[in-house]
């Protein structure tokens, strides 16, 4: 770990306290929603762990130091009205290079926090707008940036339908509804 990965990591007591039981569910950044499906017992001198499950079928044991860290709960409301303001925005397009873009999308998908994958959801939005606008159609997106531009959406739609109670293909069109909003 480098010294800037520890500076940015919080001190353990500042962490919003996850309980961690059977049957939560949390969010863990770019794999998307999980629930916590046991708590094995500790065993000797082997720190205690989480053991999650995601609807792909992956399953994902941490240290529960280390989970308490890596996930987050469920967006509620308040955070969901900041996902709407985010995708609402009209950013300008910045004139920052690809690889720098690519980047910075990068590290929102992988820091997986809602706010974020909302910035690359409506970004990537904008930008196929303004590529498929261009006479004769101009040049389309890089796959690596449109392949990171879905799972973010993605990502967030299932996010946004589990917190709502609906399907991630309404949750979708609500995303797609507030960046119309603002075209």
């Known amino acids: 770990m480098t010294s800037r990965q520890i500076a940015a990591s919080p001190p353990d007591d500042l962490l919003p306290a996850l ?40 399953k994902v044991t941490l240290p529960v130091s280390r989970a308490r860290r890596a996930l987050r709960s469920l967006s509620g409301e308040l955070e969901l009205e900041d996902v709407r303001r985010t995708l609402c925005a009209d950013v300008a397009p910045a004139g920052e290079s690809w690889l720098r873009r690519f980047r910075t999308m990068q590290e929102k998908v992988s820091a997986g926090l809602v706010t974020g994958l909302a910035e690359v ?63």
């Open 19 to 58: 309980k961690l039981a059977v049957g939560d569910v949390v969010v863990y950044a770019s794999h998307g929603i999980g629930c916590v499906e046991a708590r094995p017992a500790c065993r000797g001198d082997l720190p205690e762990t989480v053991v999650l499950g995601f609807e792909s079928g992956l």
């Open 121 to 183: 959801v409506r970004d990537g939005v904008q930008q196929e707008r303004r590529l498929a606008a261009r006479a004769g159609g101009g040049r389309a997106t890089a796959p690596s940036e449109r392949h990171l531009y879905l799972q973010a959406r993605k990502l967030l739609a299932a996010e946004i339908a589990r917190a709502r109670g609906i399907e991630p293909e309404d949750a979708d069109v609500w995303i797609v509804e507030q960046i119309g909003e603002q075209a």
